[in-house]
Structure formats: C-alpha cells, structure tokens
C-alpha cells in the first residue's frame, strides 16, 4: 500500500500542475484576445482615415532667371528655384524681370503660376491646405446646353519706358525697376527713329522681349512697365436657317471687300562720317549719336569707303544699308526720313 502512494504521488503532483496552468490559461485567454481584437481595430480606423492635404505657399517674387523647368525668383528669404512641371497653370509666359505670383507645393513644385498685380507685395503668404478634389458624380436627367466658351486672352504686351544703356546690334539693353532687359529689334519693330544712348524711349514689347514698336517717350511718360492686355472674342456663329436679329435689320454684305495693301518699309537718309569699318557694319557718327549700318551683299556701293569718308546712305528701319555713295560737300550731317 506504501508503495502505491509513493508511486502515484509524483504523478498527483504532474496533474495538478496541469489543472492550474489550464485555469491560469483560461483566465488570461479573453483578455488577451480582446486585446488583440482591440489593436485591429484601431489599425483599420487608422488605415481607412484619408491624409491630410499638403499644405501650400503662395509667393510673389522678381524673376531672375528661367533655367529650364526652373524660375529662379529673389524673395524676401534668398532665392527660391520653383520647378514648372506640365501640370502646372501658367497664365502667360514670363522673362526676367516679371513679378509673378506662384502657388507652391513643400517641394517647390508650381500649382499655378500667374502675374502679380500692382498691389500685391514681395513675400510668402500664410500655407493654406490644398482639398481634394472630390470625385464628380453625373447627374441624372437632360444634359445642360453647352455655353459659350469664354474670351481667349492674348498674351500680354508690355509697355516700356526706360534709358537706353547701350545698343548691341539688334538689342536695345535699357534699364527698369526689375533690372536690365534687352530688347530685341525685328524687322517688324516699327521705329519711330534711330536711338542710341541714353535717349529715354517707349516700347511695346512682346512675353519674348521682341520689341512691336518703339518710340521716343515724351515728358509725361514715367519711367516704368506696365501691362497691356488685349480681349478678343470669339466670333457669334449661326446655326443654318436661324436668322439673328441683326441679320434681319442689316442689308447683306458684298463680298467684295478687300484688306487695304500693306504700305513699304520707311527708309532713312543718313548723311554722316564713317568712325569705325567693323567687318560688314559701316558705324558712323550722325546727329543723335552711332550708328551702325550693315552692308549686305544686296547693298550696291558707289566705291570703297575708310575712316573719315562722308557718306550718305539709304537705310531700313533695321539699319540695314540699300544703298550707301559719298555726300556731296554742302549735304548736312543728319537724318532724313521721307
């Protein structure tokens, strides 16, 4: 009988560990499991909560340099270099010297671009959160009629008024407020006269520094840029058998009508001494200062000038020669424009 106890004994011990590890397991199994069901929960709620939008800058600054995809601008903390990527609203092209207003991603990536007006100051504006765009749902019934579209606007012309610093062939480099700008000479710039330095002239140049026309800007014009911009709208079309109410009142056209003939370039007269032979540039002194006339194979030339000769020359507004022979001696020095 001992020897029974003794030998069961070690295994009444085993089971009763066992029986309290089961209760032990039992009682702390639900709690665990809560828990775990617990954390899945919050990890869906927080999986299923949308990101935040990114926050925005809106900064006005003077542009100082395109540099490919780049517009480097000078802003009140240093310069800013804002990437222009395809997606970006550009309300006009831009050069040196433009006060632009750009609304920028953390990255510096350019939502918007547009011209700064007048009244708007250098600097960064408050960041303001960019809402996602929510997902447009078509509406049931009839579609709506389809409106007229808006007016198109044409790209900008800007107006300048500013000293010439110097003339470098076909460039008038002038000074602004933003800086030095060159402006380019065509032969479609219509020119009033011949400038040089520091004449103060008056330019309507297109968004590629291409000048339309220059003239000598009178006393109350200021120095400055300001922008003009011209609206055209699209012409009113009528659909076939509907008469609008002009057409009713307004006898028709004859379509006759021509567009009036495009008139010949000016050419100038310039009687003057020749400073410098400059490989196919004549430059001469007249009475407003250097001039530099191009000789082109199509210039028929009476002889073979140098230093010194007094010609007289038959140029175009680009200062491109016609004809050049030697001034008679009571020719005064000048220019004349027929």
């Known amino acids: 009988m001992k020897l029974l106890i003794l030998t069961f004994s070690p295994l009444c011990t085993v089971f009763k560990s066992l029986v309290i590890l089961v209760v032990f397991l039992g009682f702390l199994g639900p709690q665990s499991l809560f828990a775990i069901e617990g954390d899945g929960i919050k990890l869906a709620q927080a999986s299923s909560q949308p990101s935040p939008p990114p926050k925005t800058r809106t900064v006005v600054a003077d542009l100082l340099m395109i540099d490919g995809d780049f517009f480097v601008v000078r802003s009140e903390r240093g310069e800013i270099r804002i990437e222009v990527t395809p997606e970006t609203q550009l309300a006009e092209s831009f050069t040196f010297g433009d006060r632009i207003k750009a609304v920028l991603l953390p990255n510096d990536k350019a939502i918007a671009i547009t011209r700064a007006q007048p009244g708007d100051p250098i600097g960064t504006t408050g960041q303001v959160p960019v809402p996602p765009a929510a997902p447009s749902t078509p509406s049931p019934g009839p579609k709506p009629k389809r409106s007229t579209p808006p007016p198109k606007v044409t790209p900008s012309v800007r107006i300048i008024v500013a000293d010439i610093l110097m003339v470098d062939g076909n460039f008038y480099i002038i000074?602004?407020?933003?800086?030095?700008?060159?402006?380019?000479?065509?032969?479609?710039?219509?020119?009033?006269?011949?400038?040089?330095?520091?004449?103060?002239?008056?330019?309507?140049?297109?968004p590629q520094d291409q000048a339309l026309s220059i003239v000598r800007a009178g006393p109350d014009d200021s120095i400055g840029i300001r922008v003009e911009e011209s609206i055209s709208t699209p012409a009113q079309t009528a659909t076939p058998g509907e008469i609008t109410p002009e057409s009713e009142s307004m006898p028709p056209k004859h379509e006759t009508s021509t567009t009036a003939p495009k008139g010949p370039p000016k050419i100038r007269t310039v009687v003057a001494e020749i400073l410098m032979i400059d490989g196919n540039l004549y430059v001469v002194r007249g009475e407003r200062g250097e001039i530099r006339i191009e000789v082109t194979p199509e210039t028929t030339l009476s002889e073979s000038f140098k230093f010194g000769d007094r010609i007289k020359a038959k140029i175009l507004p680009n200062d491109t020669a016609l004809s050049i022979e030697r001034a008679q001696s009571d020719q005064p020095l000048g220019t004349q424009t027929p």
């Open 175 to 206: 000074r602004s407020d933003y800086g030095e700008i060159q402006i380019e000479v065509t032969p479609q710039t219509q020119l009033s006269e011949s400038f040089k330095f520091g004449d103060r002239i008056k330019a309507r140049v297109n």
